[in-house]
């Protein structure tokens, strides 16, 4: 995947080139492409914002040197063949990012992030963008870290870029439940002990075990992904024997 990131900010994303991620790049899975759209600003002194019309607090981005950066980019990757892609814009207005947003943007071959800072960005700039996301409902002096965000949490669902191919679809939320309690050696580590059922070899009863507690966890933690409609009857069975044990402990 392609990943061009427009951000007025680009060493912020020099951590991205480390661990997992970095190693990505390496074998050139991901290759990241940042850059500083203030080199494209035609002011003498390359501001690239400025007073808002009508009044108002603060400043805001204008949309020449974006789109400038933004042209010169899809030249380059028009040469190359890269197709367009999504264009990606951080904004606190934006649809909520989400596990099934990550699934859906890592199936496209070219993601542009762009990303704001000061009061926000001329209307005009959104000439280009294919989408607006948000991470959350706060605000943040930049889009360069719910970028980085979002780009950690898309990466890692692309083929060959997380060491075990199984990873991905058994995280939280990709299931649509938390995932179940994990443990490794020692099995009994200062009188905490390890299910037994986990060490029984038997890897039916494990998987019921897994299934059981995934949706222990997330009854308990966050009720609201629990959707009855969508559950297996094996599920459906599994929750209601959690919730009996739950209220019984009450």
């Given at each position: 995947?392609?990943?061009?990131?427009?951000s007025?900010?680009?060493?912020?994303?020099?951590?991205?080139?480390?661990?997992?991620?970095g190693?990505?790049?390496?074998?050139n899975?991901?290759?990241?492409?940042?850059?500083?759209?203030?080199k494209?600003?035609?002011d003498?002194h390359?501001n690239?914002?400025?007073?808002?019309?009508?009044?108002g607090?603060?400043?805001?981005?204008?949309?020449?040197?974006?789109?400038?950066a933004y042209?010169e980019i899809?030249n380059?990757?028009?040469?190359?063949?890269?197709?367009?892609?999504?264009?990606?814009?951080?904004?606190p207005?934006?649809?909520?990012?989400n596990?099934?947003?990550?699934?859906?943007?890592?199936?496209e071959?070219?993601?542009?992030?762009?990303?704001?800072?000061?009061e926000?960005y001329?209307?005009?700039?959104?000439?280009?963008?294919?989408?607006?996301?948000?991470?959350?409902?706060?605000?943040?002096?930049?889009?360069e870290?719910?970028?980085?965000?979002?780009?950690?949490?898309?990466?890692?669902?692309?083929?060959?870029?997380?060491?075990?191919?199984?990873?991905?679809p058994?995280d939280?939320f990709?299931?649509?439940?938390?995932?179940?309690?994990?443990?490794?050696?020692p099995?009994?580590?200062?009188?905490?002990?390890?299910?037994?059922?986990?060490l029984?070899?038997?890897?039916?009863?494990?998987?019921?075990?897994?299934?059981?507690?995934?949706?222990?966890?997330t009854?308990?933690?966050?009720?609201?992904?629990?959707?009855?409609?969508?559950?297996?009857?094996?599920?459906k069975k599994?929750?209601?024997d959690?919730?009996?044990?739950?209220?019984q402990?009450r």
């Amino acid at each position: 995947m392609k990943i061009d990131i427009l951000s007025l900010f680009p060493h912020m994303f020099d951590p991205m080139k480390e661990s997992i991620l970095g190693k990505a790049i390496e074998k050139n899975i991901i290759d990241l492409n940042i850059v500083d759209f203030r080199k494209y600003s035609v002011d003498k002194h390359h501001n690239v914002d400025d007073y808002i019309f009508g009044g108002g607090a603060g400043m805001l981005l204008q949309p020449q040197p974006i789109l400038d950066a933004y042209q010169e980019i899809q030249n380059q990757n028009e040469q190359s063949n890269i197709p367009k892609g999504k264009v990606i814009l951080m904004d606190p207005a934006g649809k909520k990012f989400n596990q099934h947003s990550a699934e859906k943007l890592s199936k496209e071959k070219h993601l542009t992030f762009i990303c704001g800072h000061y009061e926000g960005y001329d209307e005009r700039i959104k000439s280009i963008v294919t989408d607006e996301y948000s991470i959350g409902d706060f605000i943040l002096t930049g889009g360069e870290l719910p970028a980085m965000t979002m780009i950690d949490s898309i990466s890692r669902m692309i083929p060959r870029v997380l060491g075990n191919k199984h990873s991905a679809p058994s995280d939280s939320f990709s299931s649509g439940l938390l995932e179940a309690p994990e443990y490794t050696r020692p099995a009994n580590f200062r009188g905490m002990r390890v299910p037994p059922v986990l060490l029984s070899g038997d890897h039916k009863k494990i998987k019921l075990w897994r299934q059981k507690e995934a949706l222990r966890k997330t009854y308990l933690r966050r009720p609201d992904l629990i959707h009855r409609d969508q559950l297996s009857d094996t599920q459906k069975k599994l929750f209601l024997d959690v919730r009996i044990e739950e209220d019984q402990n009450r």
